[in-house]
């Protein structure tokens, strides 16, 4: 039996997979789930790509990275997983139910670990976690293709592009603030930081857009659709 202290349980009432059921109703669906918190120091492998998903995995306290490395060695952050988010659900059954990506300790981590046959009991006995988990893997279906689309583009100008026309899609607006600082882009991106520099620069220069500081300006949209091409 998995024991759960009351913030734990506050962290899990906002979990998407909860979304909807009391304090109560959560610690009664785990009260037989046979899950354990686990703990991981920063840079600790949580989850190897390729690796079976024989647990559905909750981060409860810290955050990890999901990144994949390609044939030549580099690392491509893929995304930076918080509280109370579950690590691939959308794995977690079918026949190649395996990790896609390697899934790393940010910082100090606990994670809850509930075994997957645990984890179908409790989807058989309760109607909320189940719409829940259908919303949760629906949802990063999408995700993923969004993904794959985004890193199908071969130039950076292409990524930057795709990433600068989401955000202003995002605002509803052509002037908006990047979320993310230029390390954080060259992780994203899979590149050098020199080069995010270097193409926000040329875009500047081109008259597609216009950066002051984090805030940035679409000048031609059309321009920069272009990119895509």
Known sequence: MVVLDDHMIMS?????????????????VLSDSAGRI????????IAQAGEEVLYLQIVLEGSVKAEMVDYTGKVIKIEDIIPPHPLAPAFLFGSQNRYPVNITAGGDV??????????????????SVLVNFVDIVSRRGQ???????????????????????DLSDKSDSPRFL????????????????PSIGRAIGELNRDGIIRTEGREVTILDSSRLSMLLK
């Open 12 to 28: 899990l009432s906002a979990c998407s997979l909860f979304k909807g059921m009391s304090s109560g109703q959560i610690s009664s």
């Open 110 to 127: 606990k994670v809850l670990s509930i075994p997957r046959e645990k984890f179908l009991a409790i989807l058989q006995s309760s109607k």
């Open 178 to 193: 990047l979320t993310s600082s230029q390390v954080q882009l060259s992780e994203l991106f899979g590149v050098a930081r």
């Open 143 to 165: 995700f993923l293709s969004s993904k794959i689309k985004f890193l199908s583009f071969t130039t950076i100008k292409g990524k930057l592009a795709q990433y600068l026309l």
């Open 38 to 45: 686990r703990s991981y120091p920063m840079d600790t492998l």
